[in-house]
C-alpha cells in the first residue's frame, strides 16, 4: 500500500514537472548552415613599417633603426605572403604609425583601409648593439589585441626576430605550429651536367643567410639537419668513395661516421639524435642498417632480396618507414625499430619512392612514380593517398617543423635544371625557393631553439 | 535391414550435390563484401518548408474587382500633376507660395480618361458583369513562408561574410564542422553565445579545431546587431544555431 502510495506521489509530480515545463517552452533555434569555401580564403592583413624612439645606425644589414623598421615588416610580408592563408598588405603600401599607436592603433582608419588584421611592432636600438623588437597582433574588426610577443636578439639575428613575429601571428591564426624560424640545408648544383658540381648549403626557410659549407671537391647528397641543429649529415662522393659525414655548425669541421667500398646511401638521423639510419649495397642486395651517432657497430634491419633503402623515423622514434622492391616494384614498407614487423603500406598503383615521415606523425610523404615523378601524402596505414604535386619531375619531399608544409627538388624536362620548390597539404601555394643556382635534395631543419 | 545400396546415378548425383554445395559454400566465405558506398558530400541546402507564424491562404472575404479587357492603342496621357487646387487649405497658407492666379482660375483641361481604340467588343472593355466588387489588391496579411525565412536567412547571410575571411585551411579542414547557438535580443545584439561544438575531426584537422571555433564565433559576434528583424515574430529568431563549415568548391 505505502508502495502503491510512493507511486502515486512519484507520477503526480512528474505530471507537474511535466506541465511547468510547458508553462515556459524554450523556443527551439533555427537551425542553418554557413558554409565557406576553402579557395576564397583571405584575411586581409596589414603590416606597416615598425615604429621606432630614435631612427639611429645600427650594426645590422638593414641601415637605421626606421629602415630595419620597414624591412622587418617587410620579411613578415613575405613570410605571411606566400602560404595561402592570408592576403597580406606589406609596408610599402601603408602608413607607418607613430610609436604611440603600436599599443594603441587607430581601428577607425584601418577598418577605413579594410583590413581584418593588423601586425604593427616598434624597433628599438639597445646601447650594447643588440636590437629589441616588439610584435602586436590586433583583430581590427573587433578591435581587440590578439597577440603580442618581444625578443632582444643581436644584430646579425635581425631576421629571426621577424620570423619569430610571423610565426606568432601564424600559429594565432592558423591554429598550426609555428615554422617560420627554421633552415634549410640542400644540394647547390652549378656547371655542366657531365661536370657537376654539387655543394652542401644551408639557408633561412625564406631563402635568406645563404651559405655554402662544403667546396665542392666532393660531391655532397642527401643531407638532413641533427634534431639540435647543431650538425648536418650527409652523404658525400670524392673519387668514387662514398663517406657518411657528420658536419659541426658550430665549429664548421666535419667528422667521418662511415666509409665503404660498398655505395652508400641516404642516411637519416633518429628523432633523439643518437642513431643513423643508411642503406648499403653489396652486390646488388641493398639493406638498411642503424649504428649510434657516435659511430660504433652497425645494425642490419632489413634482410629481404633486392632493394631496401631510405628509412625515415615515425615521430615517436619507434618505427621506420622505407623503401623496398620486394614486390617486384618500388613500395613503401613500415617495421619496428628492431626491424621487425615489415610490411607493405602502399597499394595505390604505380611505384613509391623516398618516403619521410611527417613530423607531425600523421602523414608520410613520398615519390609517386607512374609516368611523372609527383610528390604524394598519405596516412601511416597507406589509406587517404593524395597527390600534392603535378609535375614532369617533382621528388624527395622534406617537411616543415610543423608537418604543414613540403619542400622537395623539381627536374625541368628538357633543360634538366633543378630547383627547390614548396606546396602545402592541400596541393596549394605551390612556389619555387630563391637559391643562387640549381637545387636539389632539400632537407628542412626543425624549429630553431 | 540392410540399408539398399545407391545406384550409380545416385551416387553421382549425390557426390555432384554435394560438390555444388562445397563451391556455395566457398564462394559465400570468399566473397568480399561489398565497396562501401562513397561518403555522401556536404551541399548547402536551405529548406522553405518553415511555416510563418499566421496563416497566409487568401482571404475568404476579399471582394475582387472584375477583370477588364486591354486597350489597346495609346495610352491617353495622364492629367498634369502640378495643378494646384484652386483654393488652398487656410493651414497651408502660411507656408506656400501663393499658387498663380491664373492657375486658379482656369484648372487645365482634363483630357478624356478614354483610351485609343478597341478592336474588341466594347462589352468586353466593361469587364464580367454582376460582380460589384472594388478589391484591385486582394491582401496577403501576414508574411508568407518566404518572408518569413528571407528575414531568417538574414542572420546567416550576415554573418557569411565574416566568416569567409577567416583564414582556416589545412588537410581535413573541410570535414570539420562547428555548431554554435545564440541567443539574441529584442534589438537584434547579442545576449548570449554557448560553447561551440565540433564535428568531423581527423587525426590532421585537430590543430584546426581551436581556430575553427574562434573563427565562427567572431564570424558572429561581427554581424551583430542583426536589426530590422520583426519584433512581433521575436520568439522566432530569439534562439539560433548555425553550423560553420569550409568546402571546396567543385
Known amino acids: 500500500m505505502n508502495k502503491l502510495f510512493q507511486m502515486a506521489a512519484l507520477a503526480a509530480l512528474a505530471m507537474a514537472v511535466s506541465v511547468s515545463a510547458q508553462d515556459v517552452p524554450a523556443p527551439a533555434p533555427v537551425k542553418e548552415d554557413v558554409v565557406g569555401t576553402l579557395e576564397e580564403n583571405d584575411a586581409r592583413i596589414a603590416i606597416p613599417a615598425f615604429a621606432t624612439n630614435a631612427d639611429v645606425p645600427t650594426q645590422t644589414s638593414a641601415g637605421t633603426t626606421a629602415t630595419l623598421g620597414y624591412s622587418f615588416a617587410n620579411v613578415i610580408f613575405g613570410n605571411l605572403r606566400n602560404n595561402g592563408l592570408f592576403k597580406p598588405t606589406g609596408p610599402s603600401a601603408l602608413p607607418r604609425p607613430a610609436l604611440v599607436q603600436v599599443q594603441a592603433p587607430d581601428y577607425g582608419g584601418w577598418r577605413g583601409r579594410g583590413t581584418d588584421m593588423l601586425v604593427q611592432g616598434y624597433v628599438r636600438a639597445e646601447a650594447n648593439g643588440d636590437i629589441t623588437v616588439g610584435c602586436y597582433l590586433y583583430d581590427v574588426a573587433l578591435g581587440e589585441q590578439v597577440a603580442k610577443s618581444g625578443w632582444t636578439v643581436p644584430p646579425g639575428e635581425w631576421r629571426r626576430a621577424a620570423h619569430k613575429c610571423s610565426d606568432m601571428v601564424y600559429a594565432k591564426l592558423s591554429g598550426e605550429n609555428p615554422f617560420f624560424d627554421s633552415r634549410i640545408a640542400y644540394i647547390a648544383e652549378t656547371g655542366p651536367k657531365n661536370r657537376r658540381m654539387k655543394r652542401l648549403a644551408i639557408m633561412d626557410s625564406d631563402g635568406a643567410n645563404h651559405r655554402y659549407l662544403t667546396t665542392g671537391q666532393a660531391t655532397a647528397l642527401t643531407p638532413r639537419y641533427s634534431p639540435d641543429y647543431k650538425s648536418i649529415l650527409y652523404l658525400s662522393y670524392y673519387n668514387g668513395q662514398p663517406r657518411i659525414y657528420i658536419y659541426d655548425l658550430t665549429t664548421d669541421r666535419q667528422r667521418l661516421l662511415l666509409q665503404s667500398a660498398h655505395p652508400l646511401f641516404a642516411p637519416r638521423w633518429s628523432p633523439d639524435g643518437k642513431w643513423i639510419l643508411y642503406s648499403m649495397a653489396i652486390g646488388g642486395n641493398t639493406d638498411i642498417y642503424k649504428m649510434p651517432s657516435a659511430g660504433g657497430v652497425a645494425i642490419k634491419l632489413t634482410d629481404a632480396p633486392g632493394i631496401d633503402i631510405g628509412g625515415s623515423f615515425s615521430p615517436d622514434g619507434q618505427r621506420i618507414v622505407f623503401e623496398s622492391d620486394r614486390s617486384g616494384s618500388q613500395q613503401v614498407y613500415v617495421m619496428n625499430l628492431d626491424g621487425s614487423g615489415q610490411k607493405r603500406i602502399s597499394f595505390s598503383g604505380g611505384r613509391a619512392a623516398t618516403p619521410e615521415w611527417s613530423p607531425r606523425g600523421d602523414q608520410i610523404a613520398f615519390t609517386h612514380i607512374a609516368g611523372n615523378f609527383r610528390i604524394a601524402v598519405m596516412d601511416p596505414t597507406g589509406g587517404n593517398m593524395h597527390y600534392l604535386t603535378d609535375s614532369w619531375q617533382d621528388e624527395a619531399p622534406t617537411w616543415a617543423p610543423n608537418g604543414r608544409l613540403i619542400q622537395f627538388f623539381r627536374t625541368a624536362r628538357g633543360s634538366g635544371q633543378a630547383g627547390v620548390w614548396q606546396v602545402d597539404l592541400t596541393g596549394k601555394s605551390e612556389r619555387k625557393l630563391d637559391t643562387p643556382g640549381d637545387g636539389s635534395d632539400p632537407a628542412w631543419g626543425p624549429l630553431r631553439p | ?250
Not at chain 2, 496563416?55 to 475582387?64: C, E, G
Not at chain 2, 565540433?198 to 561581427?222: E, H, M, W, Y
Request: charged fraction near 20%.
Open chain 2, 1 to 250: 535391414m540392410k540399408a539398399p545400396a545407391l545406384t550409380r546415378e545416385e551416387g553421382l548425383g549425390l557426390a555432384l550435390a554435394g560438390l555444388g554445395h562445397a563451391a556455395l559454400v566457398w564462394v559465400l566465405v570468399t566473397a568480399r563484401p561489398p565497396e562501401p558506398l562513397p561518403p555522401v558530400e556536404r551541399v548547402s541546402v536551405t529548406i522553405s518548408d518553415e511555416l510563418g507564424a499566421v496563416s497566409t491562404s487568401p482571404n475568404p472575404l476579399s471582394d475582387p474587382a472584375p477583370d477588364k479587357g486591354p486597350e489597346l492603342g495609346e495610352p491617353a496621357p495622364e492629367p498634369e500633376a502640378a495643378v494646384p487646387p484652386p483654393h488652398p487649405a487656410p493651414a497651408a497658407v502660411k507656408t506656400l507660395p501663393k499658387p498663380p492666379q491664373q492657375a486658379a482660375k482656369t484648372p487645365a483641361k482634363t483630357p478624356s480618361p478614354k483610351g485609343g481604340a478597341s478592336v474588341l467588343d466594347p462589352n468586353y472593355g466593361k469587364g464580367i458583369t454582376g460582380s460589384s466588387g472594388k478589391d484591385k489588391t486582394p491582401p496577403a496579411s501576414k508574411a508568407s513562408p518566404q518572408v518569413v525565412q528571407s528575414w531568417q536567412n538574414s542572420i546567416s547571410l550576415k554573418v557569411r561574410s565574416p566568416w569567409q575571411r577567416c583564414p582556416v585551411s589545412g588537410l581535413d579542414v573541410e570535414k570539420l564542422a562547428v555548431t554554435v547557438t545564440f541567443t539574441l535580443r529584442e534589438d537584434g545584439g547579442i545576449a548570449s553565445i554557448d560553447e561551440p561544438r565540433v564535428s568531423g575531426q581527423t587525426p590532421s584537422n585537430q590543430a584546426q579545431i581551436r581556430p575553427f571555433k574562434d573563427c565562427a564565433v567572431r564570424a558572429i559576434k561581427l554581424a551583430a546587431p542583426f536589426v530590422g528583424l520583426p519584433a512581433e515574430f521575436y520568439d522566432q529568431w530569439r534562439v539560433r544555431e548555425l553550423t560553420f563549415s569550409k568546402g571546396k568548391t567543385r
